[in-house]
């Protein structure tokens, strides 16, 4: 299995190789991605090939169910750099339908540690009891919740205080909310981007 996989990716560098002899180098002298993406781990949707980007074009973090923690120094590290050392301009949280994770923290049964990872979503779910109630179906139910769970996503990501000092000092950021459908491979925007107007202390200037 590993070997198939280094074999996949010597045929995967000649060709890119032969199109573009000085793409490889080009890539290992610097990285000017525009977008920071924050996704779910699930293998179905991998950052660069739903939205159509090269490596070098999208600065990634996944996690299961992409969840925006306030204190995930993994996120937070990896926003920071987004921010103040590639200087993205478009920070995109993306969920999918047909989550696992977000399932999962539907499941009135124990999954070990996920169970912490995903306490956010329960709360969301709880929060939203009454609207939630209103779906049709299960499966209708988890997909709203997790386009709940990206609105959310993109709050707790503007409210950071990386974001704020970014918004302080006017740089054009914007955070967005996408949702992914596994079963037509398209994005949809989910309209809850955020931008400098966001900046809490706007308002005390
Ligand atoms: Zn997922």
């Excluded at 179905?44 to 969840?67: I, K, Q, T, Y």
């Excluded at 993994?74 to 921010?83: K, M, R």
Aim: aromatic letters at 6%.
């Amino acid at each position: 299995m590993l070997s198939d996989l280094i074999h996949r990716n010597i045929r995967w560098s000649d060709a890119r190789n032969a199109e573009d002899p000085g793409y490889f180098s080009r890539l290992a002298a610097q990285q000017t991605p525009e977008f920071f993406w924050i996704g779910c781990s699930d293998s179905r949707v991998p950052a660069n090939v739903v939205a159509g980007l090269d490596p070098g074009e999208v600065f990634v973090h996944r996690n299961v169910a992409n969840v925006v923690h306030s204190a995930d120094m993994n996120l937070l590290s990896a926003l920071e750099f987004a921010v103040e050392a590639l200087k993205v301009r478009e920070i995109i949280v993306c969920g999918h339908y047909g989550c696992g994770g977000v399932r999962a923290a539907t499941e009135d049964m124990p999954h070990g540690l996920a169970d912490h990872w995903l306490e956010p979503i329960r709360r969301l779910a709880r929060a939203y009891a009454v609207d939630l109630a209103r779906c049709k179906t299960a499966e209708e139910r988890r997909d709203c919740l997790a386009e709940l769970n990206v609105v959310e996503g993109v709050r707790r990501v503007s409210e950071t205080p990386i974001i704020q000092k970014a918004w302080a000092r006017r740089a054009d950021i914007r955070v967005h909310g996408l949702i992914y459908g596994l079963k037509d491979g398209r994005l949809r925007n989910l309209d809850c981007s955020t931008g400098p107007g966001h900046f809490e202390g706007r308002a005390a200037e």
